[in-house]
């Protein structure tokens, strides 16, 4: 048995999830409520969900890390996705992927060490006419170059120093 | 009291928002305001104004004038000149598209040639967010219709059959023949799949987002011909736009009892709930879709039974796609012989499509059935960027097929294409100038396969990767003439032996790009070639 | 009736028949990798794909039903084509290792690369790199040999309900494997091993042992449970070192009993010869002398006018309890035997159902007394069965039950020894009588024992009768079945304790185990017969055990190991395990099975009935010429076939009595409950130890947590023990494990399984 820690966080998710109790429909629903409050779904979430809707944790794993929007590790305090769609294909957005990795020092899906940034890759965004895009949070970058994304990238760090 | 005499409708939209959409209706709204206009001039969000890539694009009404790439620099000039003395601003004018009707059709936005607007008919009208605009524009007629003539379920799926409509999820099967194999019991589902998961496609959104009240209505309609109660929208977890403004649709046809118990006395009964997505392209399939709705692993199911007889939660459910589900409010209110005299005899309606690419105008456009992709890409896309040269054109998404300069006059019809080897698939069309590369491109199309198969059946699951190294090693320059034989073997076995579509479908890009583009190919695996310096890219992404 | 030909030859099947079916029928082999006849259809492997003349595409074969008329090809170059690629897409990442794999020689992937593949390869990438993972003491499993036919994860989700096996990730990085969790062992686990096509999931104890073309196979019946599943026994060099389940029946599954527990019949610690009391020590002899001298200090006793009693294990043969009865009874002249000592009891009735398949067929169960997945493994997968597919409804009187509780409809989960309390209330129910204060301090509610007993009466239910029902809760149940129209199930710990009923291997007097314990310490019983059992591990009256033994002239104990038992005995004479002798075992529906011999005894052991026909001749009254087990079988055959009535008094058990705090339930756990698990390696690595396990809201009430260490203290004798919290366990009450011989808490025990127990924490 699984007990949630009483925090405002965890107590969140344990009143939205408990309105679904034996409810194996609702699992997607709950996972998108759980990550919307952790930024992530840690271990203990999880087990948690899989207790409530009565679903064995390894069905759970398996959808968790079947869809593309689920993630079980934390994010950077900021999300720069690459989309990798055909059409920013065409305009280069891997070199803009690779530029920002190796600059930052990470793999695609990892999260800098100091916290701030986690870099990874989305299929489209729908926005192809403004290729190759990057999204970062929740403003996304159109037209870019390597450089212009990895300069897009460095001012959130000045942001930060002033 | 209010005397509105002029309404500026803004393009709301996510291309539009990136292009600072929001801070240009707050500069509008304030600077209204600020010169004592704000009881006169009305500003009215509304979904994709058609042409994308122009940045912020505001119309004025009743002047019927367009500008585009407006930024908030621009809103005082606009205010001053045109609200208050009345002179548009020459210097952000674009042509508005002339008012050819063949339906009834509300001016919209800019496009180059008139279009006929059957699905998009409201879209970037209305107010999308507001349910009296979405009445006024006609929604919820065909309902009344259905409600005041008393036409049965029967009557119903009949006028769709005979309207011919088929669906436009890709398959092209008729949709009034998908909902009569319907089996019979208590409990039916009727499932919208809104999970456009295509890269490059966005028709299904702006149709959301445009217009939701004729999404509720449709499917009010069709679940009333199935005899289901319960309707889900299965919707991409990523179109948080789209979903807000859906909720907010639903949620206001609950409260007018357009959805819910005995609709308008009518005693048809409809539920409708959202279902969100979490990112799984196969989820398009609409057994997986099921399995995803049913809180599973989007992995597709064994057919037979289909999901008409065994469905979600094992009862018999109709999936039907965003675009396919919007045709039918105007059938049921036009008729089946008026939705015929649109497209061809076989394929009856109009069609969307999203053009990108190397495109002048590149955006959402609605035309009829049958009509050639030389009209599509030249005519209403204003044709190919910077007056460089056309290449070929993806037609139909990742899963689709790559044409060539002589296949322009190809009809874009379900039945045509197929003469071709090639599908509508996603609607979605890639248009390329003569720089473009068509090794990067399907390199690019078999990564997403890859990435996306759901690893449920071996030819998939082990084809889509090995199709992907292959293709590496020709990317690199490193692959040999045989490598190119070896990726249409591969892609053969896959269309023979997968279990759903997404395996049987790589076929499509490979073949055609291998018959029409052999020589770049050829060039590639020459062992001479060299990737270009990445200025190239540079300069590229400046063309954008 | 469909006809179809199938590579030219043409056979008519019955309609709904698939293609793979058919083809079976006629001899056409098609390759498979995900279809298994057990498991629902997933057509994912797409290895099955045939052609039909005038279908576009390749068709599934394990999943296609035929149509009348069709033509259909399994060989023909299209289908040949897809086969090489799939065979390929197979190989492309897969690690070339069969030299060190166990299971090269039954390997599907192996067979077919052989029969249908092709010798080149025309894609390259590189082999996988997933780490190999040691799941506990049972099973291995390396990913990196996996083809994903998903087969392990089916059978947990359709036969068990969902385990924490389960597939992960998608596409090109699909895996399969547990759940955050390091031991795999889940009571059966071996049938994932066993459907495994392909070496990714593989036995521990089979490691690097030997290859399976240097085994010889033998057909047996396993030896744990009388579900009595049909074994095949793998030998080489008179050591049993894998065991398959190749017939599917009676059930398409068996459990890890059956499957990993057979490792004590090759255990370093057997004794194999004859030993002989001298002093404090004990001799080696040879066997005749053994006989020579069990058999004249028993005629010395009878002369001098002392009792001889036997006590031996429910596990045993028809022919050693007939043979062991006849001199016992016969020449000894002994009325006091019996195979009872866990203190359950043999009903004589013939039950509503005779097979498995008779149990799936049920629309609802009444189960009661007993965690069917501990004593009777295979029978609770049936009785899931049905009820996870909805067909059917499950009703539980269980305490504490560990597997079935998942699927009950209701269940009545009493304290600890309030089982018969609640099933007396149910019977008043039914009819119609008062019966709210027969529920007081069980811990059940009214509302269930409601819904239970309004259940019961809208579908006809097969009833259950587990191994813990006393004499009196299966009167009560019986009058339950009658009420309800059917003849219950009543169900015996042992392997054959319906074979020794039938023998007639118990008192004619009617006395139970506690009465000849008893009387040994009376003095009215001087000589003891123990055959295969360790009365300190089984009996539950470690004083009552020790005074009677220690009491005895003379104790004889046959058996394989050197049990404390064996410590107080005057002879050992070396018992063989189920593999070195057949016989036949009769199962929990009555039926008779036939069990072979695997290879010759080790050294000097000996079956019980061979014992028996010894010492009859060395008394002076032969039992008679039997050469082999089989000379004995026609006699048993002949007695099986005749009623056995019941003697008016069978055995009785006291009414529970608790005393202490909490109420507990002393039970073996699942790898503890078979036979001689002690001195099976993997299933010591296991559950190395007993513990005790409390609901987890009662443990926070007391103030415990899950993992704690705690002093148990029951009469006085205190033990520390490990505290795990189970959902199963009734608020209240407690379960401890029992079964382990050196560890002493059945000792402490008064005769009864149920006891009141005192917990406290124990300090560092």
Redesign the interface.
Known sequence: MVKLPDTPEHNRVKEFVSQFRGD??????A??FSQGVFGYLPPEIIEYIAQE?E?PAS?VY??VS?????RTEPMGEYEIRVC????C????SK?VLETLCRKLGIKIGGTTKDGKFTVST???????????VMVIGKE?Y??????KAWNIVRGYYEEERT | MRHIRCHVLIGVD??S??AGAKAVEQALIKELADKGLADEVQVIETGSLGP??QGVILVVYPDAVAYANVTVDDVPEIVTEHLLKGRPVKRLQVPLAPEERVVEIKPTGLVKKPQPRVVLQNCGVIDPESLEEAIAAGDYQALVKVIEEGMSPKDVMEEVTKSGLRGRGGAGFPTGKKWSFTAPGPQKYLICNAD???????KD?LILEGDPHRLIESMILAGYAIGATKGYIYIR???TLSIARISKAIEQAYRENLLGDNILDSGITFHLEI???????VCGEETALIE???????QPR?KPPFPAVQGL?GKPTVVNNVETLSNIPPIILNGADWYRSFGTPTCPGTKVYTI??HIET??LIEVEMGTTLRDIIFEYGGGIRKGKKFKGA?VGG?AGAFLNESQLDVQMDYDSLKEYAAVLGSGAI?V?DEE??VV??L???L??F??????????C??????LL??MERIVRGQGTEKDLD?LL??SE?MQ????CPLGQSPILPIKSALDYFRDEFLERVSGKWTEPP?QA??E???V? | MPKVVIDGIEIEVPPGTTILNAAQRVGVEIPV?CYHPYLK???????C?VEVEGMP??LPAC?TEVQDGWEIYTNSD?VK??RE??LE??L??HPLECPICDEAGECELQNFVFKFGEPRK????EPFKYPTRYLGPLIVHQMNRC??CRRCVRFSDEAMGGTDWG?Y??????IVGPYERDVFAQKYTFNMEALCPVGAITSNIYRYKTRIWKLDFTNSVCAHCEVGCWLDLGERDGQLLKVLHRRGYPSPWICDKGGYGFEYVNHSERITVPLRREGNRLRGVTTDEALEFVAGRLKGLVESGGKVAALVSPHLTCEDYLLMGSFMKEVVGSDYLDYRLYGGNTYPERPAVDSLEGVEKAEAYLVVGEDLSVHHPVLALSVAKGCKEGRASLYLIVTGDSFLFKFAAEHANPLPGKEEKVLEALASVLGGKDYASLLEGTEVSEDTLKAMAQGLQEKKPLIIGGSRLTPEGRVLLKGVGERLGITPLFLDWGSNSKGAFQMGFWSPGGESVEDILNKCVSGEIKGLFVSSMDLFRDYPNGTLVKEALSNLDFLVVHDMFFTETVAYSDCYLPATSFAEDGGTVVNMFWEAKKRNRAFKPKDESMPLWQVALGLSRKWGRPLGDFGTVEDVTPLVRERLSQVVEAPSTLGGVKAAHLKGDIPALFEYPFYRAGMRTDFCNAFVQLVPEPYVTLNPEYGDELGFKNGDIVIMEVDGNQFRMKLFFRDEVPRGGAIVSRGFSDFPITRALKGLWYRGIELRAAKE
């Open positions: 194996k429909g609702s699992l997607i629903k996972l998108h809707l679903i069905h398996g959808v079947f869809y593309n929007f689920f990798l769609g055909t059409a294909h065409v305009k280069g070199e989305v299929r489209c965004v729908g926005a192809c006419p403004l290729a190759p996304v159109g037209r870019l170059s390597p450089q | 996510a291309n928002l990136l994308i890539g456009e998961g295509e890269p490059g496609t966005f959104r977890g990523e179109y279902k969100k997505g979490a990112g799984a392209y995803s709705i049913e809180g599973k692993r989007g064994l939660w990108l690419g590149p955006g993806l990742a890639l390329m473009t590369s990067s491109l390199h690019s199309i990564s997403f890859e990435h996306e198969s759901c690893g449920q059946c071996t030819p699951r082990m084809g889509t990767r090995s190294t292959i070896l073997q591969v076995n023979v032996s997968s279990l990445l890219h540079e590229a992404s400046q954008g | 990798f259809p997933a057509g994912i492997c797409r290895m794909l595409r390749l999943i299209r084509d897809a690629w799939l897409f197979v492309v990442n025309r894609l390259y990438d083809v994903l597939v990730e998608r596409g090109y990085r699909t």
